[in-house]
Each structure stands twice: as structure tokens, then as C-alpha cells.
């Protein structure tokens, strides 16, 4: 017997035949002896009817209030869901996630979690219960509710798993595991059968949408074994940990999955020092500011990022140039997401005189290509290949980002796919014909 916890998309209960197929999913896995945990988002396309209701009443909506608006979707799934479980005959309860243990600190629309106590949900499946949570949503010390961002279900899904020390946490989406590169602009794309934390962590990061970020550091941090498929198939999927699979899994995965050990893998099929590129990664979402004249001085880059902090942006890239317009200065680049975007040239362009750099340039329209793969940094010829074959296909590069198992390019949005394109065949990641299937259109 296994602690199986199971995250189902929006998509994967979009409606009430959804609910019911996910239903038997989780009826048949209960029937095979386990313990199930599930967590599940808003229907379909709920959270953006809500949005687009609150944005209908007003423009600048309390975002304490957007919370309690927007954690009303998982709740409407949860208990549907729930009933859908009971109709077969087992069952199950559904919790809120405050009523789950999910506590959080005070950042509403992006909290993060800060403690787990779901005794409620573990007295139900100690009773052979089914439990049921909202995914997305947790609680503060003030006892408001709550949001944990987009994308939020799964990182309450591996916190639970976590907690709860489950032996497997299943997250169910529209796609049949992760690919090389997305489906939907590469028909080829490859499934990945296994692959490491660390390599799903750059692609959640540079734009891969199948997991979100903060739930794959969870399942690192705690080694959560995760195990991302279809609702819609019965096909494997991609499973994702950080050394050979618990003996507890048997019986729950294929015996190639039990076995996987990256570095073994990379002995047996692939010379030592030769790269082993994982798949894509590519993002839209960003956009580009240029501080132009920063002067070269010790401490102003970290006032800069300070200003920046302060403005609530997250920052990815980061170039420095000697100024092409200033002797003695430096121009200064970074990317940053659209959402946090306007505020922080908003900081930055009250902080101008104070910092002394001439002006502030906001950029959009640029998109962010990331190929992931084990021993990039130290092999000339990925660099090589990468900027030649971009070079061939008319793509000018804006900046280069590197990490030891990542290299990421910022070019034109209207040119990212084609560069993904180009790039993926290039590698040799094509597959000989499409493997791909996008059942819900979503890839959530």
C-alpha cells in the first residue's frame, strides 16, 4: 500500500463528464489498495471568468478581496469532484485548504506557504477516506484567505505529499508527461521518460508550463517523487526525482522508472563528456529594462537592485555593458516578468536623479529561449551550435544567460518560434514522427 497524492489541471475537470473520468481515475487507484490525496484546480477556464468579472466592477479591486473571489473556483471543483467520487461508491471529503493546514504568510495573489499541518486530511485517509483539496489556496495568520499564484495547485499538491510523506505525488495534466520542447509549437517534440530536479527546475523557470516552479523546489527540497501525466491516457509519463526511485513504488510505476539514475544513464548511452540536452524551455511573459549611464561606481548596482526589490519585480537575466552613450558608465540590463514590469520603471524613473544613470528604457516583445541539459557549461561546441544554428535561421541575439545545466538567449518575440524550431532540430531532439497529443488544448 501506497500515500498516492494526485493534482488534477483545470482542464482535466472542466466539466461534469471531466469530473467523472478523473473520478474513476481516482476510485481505481483507491481500489488498488493506496492511500489518495487529491488536489484540484478551478474548472476549465473559471479563474479567468472571475477576473474578467472583477474587472468588470473595478479596476482596482482590493486583492484581498480578488483572493476570497478567485480561491471560490477550486472550491466549486473540490466538491463536485468529491460527488463525482461518491457516486461510484467510495468516499470523500473535501477540504478547503485552510480546512486542509495550508498556512500562509500575508502576500495576497502570490503567498507563499509557510506551514503544513493537515491533520484533517490525515485522520481521513487513516479512516479509508478519500480527501479532496482546493488546490491554490491557503490561509494567514489573520485567518484570511489566501491565493498562491498561477499555478498554485501543484505547490499545494507537493506541499501536502511532503507533509503527509507520501510515496508518489502524481500531477495530471492535458499532455502525456513533459516533452523537449512544447508540443504545441513542435509536433516532434520527445517524450521524456525521467529526468532530474535540477534539469525540471531550469525548464519550470525559463517557461516550461507543465510544472510550476515553486512546486518542483518543494519536491527537491523534500525529494518528493513526482510523476507528471495525462487524465486523459493511460500512458506513463515523465517521472522526475533526484536518484533511483523508493522501493514503496512498486506496483504504482513501470520498472524503468524504479531504476532511473541519471548519471548511470549517462555512462551507459552517452560519452562522458559529451552534453546530454534534456529538451526547451521558452517564455513570453518577460520584458526588458535598460538603466542607460549607470555610473561605475561601487554600490550603485546594488541601489539599483535595491529600487527594484522594493518594486516586488522578480529578475532573470542580467547584462552589464560599458555605456554606449556615457564615458565611464555602464548600461545596465535586466529582464523581468510583464506583470511586474510597469512598476518597477515606475520606481526606476523617480530613483533617476538619486542613481544617476540617464535614462530608463522599457522594452516588451521579447521572448527567451532555454536549452536544458547536463554538462553544457563546460562543452564549447552547445554554445557553438546554439548561436550558429540561430545565426543561419536570421535570429539576432539580445542577451545570453548561462547556468551549469542551462543556457538561455533573449531575442524577438515575433522570431521565438521559429528559434525554437530551428533549435530543437539542430539538437536532434525531433522525433521521427509526432508523439505528442494535447488533450485539453491547455497543456495544464
Given at each position: 500500500m501506497a500515500l498516492v497524492v494526485q493534482k488534477y489541471g483545470g482542464s482535466s475537470v472542466s466539466d461534469a463528464?471531466?469530473?467523472?473520468?478523473?473520478?474513476?481515475?481516482?476510485?481505481?487507484?483507491?481500489r488498488a489498495g493506496h492511500k489518495v490525496v487529491v488536489v484540484v484546480s478551478a474548472m476549465g477556464d473559471t479563474t479567468d471568468d472571475l477576473l474578467d468579472l472583477a474587472a468588470s466592477i473595478t479596476d482596482k479591486a482590493p486583492q484581498r478581496e480578488m483572493d476570497m473571489l478567485l480561491s471560490a473556483g477550486e472550491r466549486i471543483s473540490m466538491s463536485l469532484l468529491a460527488m463525482a467520487v461518491n457516486e461510484l461508491g467510495e468516499t470523500a471529503i473535501s477540504y478547503t485548504g485552510q480546512q486542509a493546514g495550508v498556512q500562509t504568510d500575508n502576500h495576497y495573489g502570490k503567498a507563499h506557504i509557510v506551514s503544513m499541518v493537515p491533520e484533517r486530511v490525515a485522520r481521513s485517509i487513516q479512516d479509508g477516506y478519500?480527501?479532496?483539496?482546493?488546490?491554490?489556496?491557503?490561509?494567514?495568520e489573520r485567518k484570511d484567505v489566501t491565493t498562491l499564484g498561477r499555478g498554485g495547485s501543484d505547490t499545494t499538491a507537493v506541499a501536502l505529499a511532503a507533509s503527509l510523506h507520501a510515496d508518489v505525488c502524481e500531477i495530471y495534466t492535458d499532455v502525456d508527461g513533459m516533452f523537449t520542447a512544447d508540443p504545441r509549437l513542435v509536433p516532434k517534440a520527445k517524450q521524456i521518460a525521467a529526468t532530474t530536479f535540477e534539469e525540471t527546475l531550469e525548464m519550470a523557470a525559463h517557461g516550461a508550463k507543465i510544472l510550476h516552479l515553486r512546486a518542483v523546489e518543494f519536491a527537491r527540497r523534500y525529494h518528493v517523487p513526482l510523476h507528471v501525466r495525462s487524465s486523459f491516457s493511460d500512458k506513463s509519463g515523465t517521472w522526475i526525482s533526484d536518484g533511483p526511485a523508493h522501493p514503496e513504488l512498486k506496483g504504482l510505476v513501470p520498472?524503468?522508472?524504479?531504476?532511473?539514475?541519471p548519471e548511470a544513464q549517462l555512462m551507459k548511452e552517452t560519452p562522458v563528456e559529451e552534453p546530454l540536452i534534456s529538451g526547451l524551455a521558452h517564455d513570453r511573459s518577460e520584458d526588458k529594462i535598460t538603466l542607460v549611464g549607470v555610473p561605475d561606481e561601487p554600490g550603485r548596482a546594488a541601489h539599483i537592485f535595491e529600487i527594484i526589490a522594493q518594486a516586488g519585480a522578480n529578475i532573470d537575466m542580467i547584462v552589464q555593458n560599458v555605456s554606449t552613450v556615457q564615458p565611464g558608465a555602464t548600461d545596465l540590463t535586466i529582464t523581468l516578468p510583464h506583470a511586474d514590469a510597469a512598476d518597477t520603471v515606475k520606481a526606476l524613473e523617480g530613483a533617476k536623479e538619486e542613481g544617476g544613470f540617464l535614462k530608463v528604457v522599457h522594452t516588451g516583445n521579447v521572448g527567451k529561449l532555454s536549452l536544458v541539459g547536463a554538462g553544457m557549461r563546460t562543452n564549447p561546441g552547445v554554445s557553438a551550435k546554439l548561436f550558429g544554428t540561430l545565426s543561419k535561421a536570421g535570429i539576432n541575439?539580445?542577451?545570453?544567460?548561462?547556468?551549469?545545466?542551462?543556457?538561455?538567449?533573449?531575442?524577438?518575440?515575433?522570431?521565438?518560434?521559429?528559434?525554437v524550431r530551428a533549435v530543437h532540430t539542430a539538437f536532434g531532439l525531433d522525433a521521427e514522427q509526432v508523439e505528442a497529443v494535447v488533450y485539453g488544448g491547455t497543456g495544464r
Amino acid at each position: 500500500m501506497a500515500l498516492v497524492v494526485q493534482k488534477y489541471g483545470g482542464s482535466s475537470v472542466s466539466d461534469a463528464e471531466a469530473m467523472r473520468r478523473v473520478a474513476k481515475r481516482i476510485v481505481a487507484t483507491k481500489r488498488a489498495g493506496h492511500k489518495v490525496v487529491v488536489v484540484v484546480s478551478a474548472m476549465g477556464d473559471t479563474t479567468d471568468d472571475l477576473l474578467d468579472l472583477a474587472a468588470s466592477i473595478t479596476d482596482k479591486a482590493p486583492q484581498r478581496e480578488m483572493d476570497m473571489l478567485l480561491s471560490a473556483g477550486e472550491r466549486i471543483s473540490m466538491s463536485l469532484l468529491a460527488m463525482a467520487v461518491n457516486e461510484l461508491g467510495e468516499t470523500a471529503i473535501s477540504y478547503t485548504g485552510q480546512q486542509a493546514g495550508v498556512q500562509t504568510d500575508n502576500h495576497y495573489g502570490k503567498a507563499h506557504i509557510v506551514s503544513m499541518v493537515p491533520e484533517r486530511v490525515a485522520r481521513s485517509i487513516q479512516d479509508g477516506y478519500i480527501a479532496i483539496v482546493a488546490g491554490f489556496q491557503g490561509v494567514n495568520e489573520r485567518k484570511d484567505v489566501t491565493t498562491l499564484g498561477r499555478g498554485g495547485s501543484d505547490t499545494t499538491a507537493v506541499a501536502l505529499a511532503a507533509s503527509l510523506h507520501a510515496d508518489v505525488c502524481e500531477i495530471y495534466t492535458d499532455v502525456d508527461g513533459m516533452f523537449t520542447a512544447d508540443p504545441r509549437l513542435v509536433p516532434k517534440a520527445k517524450q521524456i521518460a525521467a529526468t532530474t530536479f535540477e534539469e525540471t527546475l531550469e525548464m519550470a523557470a525559463h517557461g516550461a508550463k507543465i510544472l510550476h516552479l515553486r512546486a518542483v523546489e518543494f519536491a527537491r527540497r523534500y525529494h518528493v517523487p513526482l510523476h507528471v501525466r495525462s487524465s486523459f491516457s493511460d500512458k506513463s509519463g515523465t517521472w522526475i526525482s533526484d536518484g533511483p526511485a523508493h522501493p514503496e513504488l512498486k506496483g504504482l510505476v513501470p520498472d524503468s522508472a524504479l531504476t532511473f539514475d541519471p548519471e548511470a544513464q549517462l555512462m551507459k548511452e552517452t560519452p562522458v563528456e559529451e552534453p546530454l540536452i534534456s529538451g526547451l524551455a521558452h517564455d513570453r511573459s518577460e520584458d526588458k529594462i535598460t538603466l542607460v549611464g549607470v555610473p561605475d561606481e561601487p554600490g550603485r548596482a546594488a541601489h539599483i537592485f535595491e529600487i527594484i526589490a522594493q518594486a516586488g519585480a522578480n529578475i532573470d537575466m542580467i547584462v552589464q555593458n560599458v555605456s554606449t552613450v556615457q564615458p565611464g558608465a555602464t548600461d545596465l540590463t535586466i529582464t523581468l516578468p510583464h506583470a511586474d514590469a510597469a512598476d518597477t520603471v515606475k520606481a526606476l524613473e523617480g530613483a533617476k536623479e538619486e542613481g544617476g544613470f540617464l535614462k530608463v528604457v522599457h522594452t516588451g516583445n521579447v521572448g527567451k529561449l532555454s536549452l536544458v541539459g547536463a554538462g553544457m557549461r563546460t562543452n564549447p561546441g552547445v554554445s557553438a551550435k546554439l548561436f550558429g544554428t540561430l545565426s543561419k535561421a536570421g535570429i539576432n541575439i539580445d542577451m545570453i544567460s548561462t547556468s551549469e545545466i542551462r543556457l538561455s538567449v533573449l531575442v524577438s518575440e515575433d522570431q521565438l518560434d521559429e528559434a525554437v524550431r530551428a533549435v530543437h532540430t539542430a539538437f536532434g531532439l525531433d522525433a521521427e514522427q509526432v508523439e505528442a497529443v494535447v488533450y485539453g488544448g491547455t497543456g495544464r
